[in-house]
């Protein structure tokens, strides 16, 4: 292949013979669906979504179902180029045309532009806030104590990503724990207290039937356009957070990742040597069995786990919201995320809103943890990747560009907190989030079409899917778009 910009060319090497996983071997096995699973059950699912479907009707629920394909998808082409050479998807975007300095300065802001505001640590705020105080925050008079609380979540988070042999695996395991314990919770609740006419309601509204007016009802009369748009953004993953699929896959040493490296934490880890450029290999015989077996592990992470996780984390939360709170009522303020531990507390018992509570501090911290690490883990990614100069400081050991990165995001977060409203900042980010999956679809169509040696480029469906993705994504950026027009 051409190289067609100042990048180094990819080095030969053979593909490391993937594991063969059975049973219970899987949870070790498969890891980066799980996390971008952990962030979706964050926002889209737990706050966005429920929000959506309290004003506007379980209805919507066929947003969720067509971006979450669209997405596993996406996150699939995302793993192909990872597994292919080692390197995450952003340094092969820096491999095409206009080149490096182009592309790492463009899919920085834009890193910046969606996840760079900790929202998720203030909505957080508001649910430790109901725990203490026992009623919900309300604006002005507790503006200031949920200012507060949300930096000291936010250093918390800050906190966890010091320490681990690996951050990557320190995050699945966390994601493993939090995707287990939400969904699970969620269940066991919906069969106690969601009746079976609601189940329905849901069920039908993955195809887009209201079964209140017995018709089916795409986009509601008057619905709220923004928040629309923040729905298909943050329905499954988000934007710049699928992109961050490949980097933690090549962390996890999926295909040539395991050749390439990884980023260690400062407590407990060791100086790794991180390489600059990826590999790719000749086919063989042993090549194409390995490649075969590594994609196998891809489509059971992403079809068996992300898929499958995304859509019951929208919809077990919502059918909770929908059945406790009042249809039509605007739940967006400091309190988001206490609403329904406030509601369910009143009708079914304190003990149970005191539940509710917890697991959605547990939800938002743990979708705080994932988007402060993923932007600082790319930008880390794009700096070593696009200047010898970063890679030689302090070694080469990359672990202090992580950190160095890691405590501009710490200064700029606590800065952030005071700008907005914390459901504002989820809301222009899971906007954004639409256009990044505009604007990567069509880059990650032209990088696994033009870039990757013929023999591993994706089948005409794959294309025709990435193609429709970005139609998707255009139709609501555009009705976004026009709403402030």
């Known amino acids: ?24 071997s899987w949870i070790g096995v498969c890891g980066p669906g799980v996390i971008v699973l952990g962030v979706s059950i964050g926002s ?3 706050l966005l979504g429920p ?8 209805s919507l629920l066929w947003v969720t179902l067509v971006a979450v394909f669209f997405q596993t998808v996406f996150n699939t082409e995302l793993m192909r180029y990872t597994l292919a050479t080692g390197e995450p998807v952003v340094t092969g975007f820096m491999r095409t045309r206009p080149g490096k300095t182009f592309w790492a300065w463009f899919y920085a802001l834009l890193y910046f532009l969606q996840i760079g505001w900790p929202a998720w ?63 699970g919770s969620f269940l066991v609740l919906g069969v106690i207290y969601v009746p079976v006419s609601t189940w329905f309601s849901a069920f039908a509204g993955f195809t887009g039937f209201d079964t209140v ?46 050749r390439v490296g990884h980023i260690a934490g400062a407590v407990g880890g060791e100086k790794v040597q991180l390489a600059s450029t990826g590999f ?6 042993a090549n194409d069995s390995h490649w075969r077996g590594w994609w196998r592990i891809v489509r059971v992470d992403q079809w068996g786990i992300f898929f499958v996780g995304a859509l019951l984390g929208m ?31 009143a009708a079914a018992g304190p003990w149970l809103g005191v539940g509710v509570a917890l697991l959605g501090v547990w939800i938002l911290f743990k979708t705080q943890l994932d988007c402060v690490e993923g932007m600082t883990r790319s930008i880390t990614d794009i700096l070593w990747t696009g200047s010898a100069r970063v890679r030689a400081w302090r070694g080469g050991d990359v672990r202090a560009v992580y950190y160095t990165v890691l405590a501009f995001v710490v200064v700029w977060g606590i800065i952030a907190l005071r700008l907005a409203a914390p459901v504002m900042l989820l809301q222009i980010g899971a906007n954004i989030a639409g256009v990044v999956f505009v604007i990567s679809a069509l880059h990650l169509l032209y990088l696994n079409t033009h870039v990757l040696p013929v023999a591993l480029r994706p089948p005409l469906w794959r294309r025709l899917a990435l193609v429709g993705m970005v139609l998707f994504y255009g139709f609501f950026v555009a009705l976004v778009a026009r709403s402030f027009l």
């Open 280 to 285: 790719m290999f000749e086919p063989s015989a």
């Open 213 to 258: 007016h017995g018709v089916f009802n795409f986009i509601p009369e008057h619905v709220d356009i923004l928040l629309l748009g923040a729905l298909v953004g943050y329905s499954g993953g988000g934007g710049v957070l699928n992109l961050t699929l490949s980097n933690w896959a090549r962390d996890k040493g999926y295909g040539m990742g395991s």
């Open 51 to 58: 929000a959506t479907f309290v004003k506007h009707g379980l």
């Open 44 to 46: 889209g699912e737990f």
């Open 1 to 24: 292949m051409k190289n067609n910009n100042d990048l180094a060319p990819w080095e030969k090497a053979d593909l490391p013979e993937p594991p063969r996983p059975r049973g219970l």
């Open 121 to 183: 640590a203030a909505t957080a705020a508001g649910a430790i806030f109901f725990l203490f105080a026992d009623r919900l925050a309300a604006p002005p008079a507790d503006s200031t104590t949920i200012y507060l609380v949300g930096v000291g979540t936010f250093l918390a988070c800050i906190a966890v990503l010091m320490v681990g042999k690996r951050i990557a695996r320190t995050l699945e395991i966390l994601n493993w724990a939090l995707v287990a314990c939400i969904l």
């Open 315 to 345: 919809m077990l939360p919502a059918l909770l919201y929908v059945t406790f709170i009042a249809p039509g009522t605007d739940i967006k303020g400091l309190a988001i995320s206490a609403v329904l531990a406030q509601t369910i507390g």
